[in-house]
């Protein structure tokens, strides 16, 4: 009769998943069905060669590099480098909800926190060589100046010159120094001073 709706979907999203290069290609299409243990359940720690079962096999690795025949997911999180974290769901365990399920264990939490700071640093380093390229191959037109005001505005490691305090911030001071009279005119009356 053919496959499911849901199986149908799958493949569907499998093929407008862009794969990412690496030592290792992803687990094949009808894989994603070693993802989970023999009762139906997807699995999470035991994915990992590091958390290994003995009656599962362990595709992946917590490693930033491939280790024991697994590939490295962080490796390939950062490849796929999508910061909703849905194309790595599909591509890496073939479903959103077993991705949110390993992304909620508390053991994988701070893992993945880590991966999701590295990724956001990727992006802007990526954002600075893109406005630098412009910057350098557009000199003397609007967008140069646009790229090259951006970088400095971004990157620049001066800070503005502080320029005379304003009404409020003289009040605040003057005020703050009438208090600190008024407590130390009490402590005087209070110590026979």
Request: proline share 6%; net charge positive.
């Amino acid at each position: 009769m053919g496959t499911s709706k849901r199986g149908r979907a799958l493949m569907t999203q499998l093929k407008t998943v862009k794969t990412p290069t690496g030592s290792n290609s992803l687990p094949p299409q009808g894989a994603f069905e070693t993802l989970k243990d023999a009762m139906g359940r997807f699995r999470t720690k035991s994915l990992f060669v590091e958390h290994k079962h003995p009656d599962y096999s362990a595709p992946y690795t917590l490693k930033p590099y491939d280790h024991k025949g697994s590939m490295s997911m962080y490796r390939k999180y950062m490849e796929i480098g999508d910061p909703t974290e849905y194309e790595q769901a599909i591509a890496l365990l073939g479903s959103w909800k077993h991705w949110k399920l390993l992304s909620e264990a508390t053991w994988f939490k701070p893992l993945l926190t880590e991966w999701r700071r590295e990724l956001k640093v990727k992006f802007e380093s990526d954002r600075y060589h893109e406005m630098l390229d412009v910057a350098e191959n557009s000199k003397g037109t609007p967008m140069g100046v646009q790229a090259t005001k951006w970088l400095a505005e971004r990157y620049s490691q001066q800070t503005p010159k502080r320029g005379r305090p304003s009404k409020a911030e003289k009040k605040a001071a003057l005020k703050q120094e009438q208090d600190e009279d008024t407590l130390l005119k009490e402590e005087i009356e209070r110590l026979g001073l």
